[in-house]
Nanobody, 122 residues
Framework: QVQLVESGGGLVQAGDSLRLSCAAS????????MGWFRQAPGKEREFVTA????????SYADSVKGRFTISRDNAKNAVYLQMNSLKPEDTAVYYC???????????????WGQGTQVSVSS
């Protein structure tokens, strides 16, 4: 119904920045709230950030607040995650997801991308 593809991950040093992109196909993203989640090896998938349908409301996990910024461009059918001041503990596979209703709970999201790896060295 909605296909999501993440890109922009890579290997960086602590303090560097990355910008992740999430491109959608199949349906327009304008009807969905969007979120970013991440999963490190051996850990559960955790909430990173989310944005509502029109981009007017966002939420962030405490661990990334002030460093990460979510944005969306419905005209381009895309969502972005700007990551600044990266830390080794940010190392994880990052997933974008779409939800009919705004949420920060992974089980509430209906569609998921396959993830992009972000690795931060110290």
């Amino acid at each position: 119904q909605v296909q999501l593809v993440e890109s922009g991950g890579g290997l960086v040093q602590a303090g560097d920045s990355l910008r992740l992109s999430c491109a959608a196909s199949g349906r327009t993203l304008s009807s969905y709230a969007m979120g970013w989640f991440r999963q490190a090896p051996g850990k559960e998938r955790e909430f990173v950030t989310a944005v509502n349908v029109n981009g007017g409301h966002t939420s962030y996990a405490d661990s990334v607040k002030g460093r990460f910024t979510i944005s969306r461009d419905n005209a381009k059918n895309a969502v972005y995650l700007q990551m600044n001041s990266l830390k080794p503990e940010d190392t994880a596979v990052y997933y974008c997801a779409a939800a009919i209703w705004y949420s920060y709970v992974a089980t509430k999201f209906d569609f998921w991308g396959q993830g992009t790896q972000v690795s931060v060295s110290s």
